[in-house]
């Protein structure tokens, strides 16, 4: 949402100045795009969203408006990554996001799970 900012960048093959691309395009989009968000972290005050105009975030977007250059955001993304806690569930979280939100078939009690490697980490 505007008021959030952008995304993390600090994750595994994260990407400051890919996201600031990426983000680009989808700010060149017509003013009255519509875009819904998957997943917010509202302030104190503010309740969940989802959704946001392509206008909204090109003018109130804390992290990445109009007039923000590549160089300047990735410095601000990449400072305000500095130093944060990984988060609780991210190799699960991961793990399902590259199997496009499947879990393989259950096993012999009926129950799917995701399966992390503690050895490999």
Request: proline share 7%; hydrophobic share 35%.
């Amino acid at each position: 949402m505007p008021d959030i900012g952008t995304a993390r960048t600090d994750f595994p093959g994260g990407s400051a100045a890919s996201l600031y691309d990426s983000v680009k395009k989808i700010l060149s989009l017509p003013d009255e795009t519509r875009i819904f968000m998957c997943h917010d972290y509202p302030p104190q005050g503010r309740d969940v969203a989802w959704l946001a105009t392509v206008k909204e975030q090109k003018e109130k977007n804390v992290l990445l408006h109009d007039g923000i250059s590549k160089e300047e955001y990735v410095a601000v993304r990449n400072k305000r990554d500095e130093g944060k806690a990984v988060p609780k569930l991210l190799l699960p979280s991961i793990q399902a996001n590259l199997r496009a939100g499947t879990f393989g078939e259950p096993e012999d009690n009926n129950v799917k799970y995701i399966k992390i490697p503690v050895d490999k980490i």
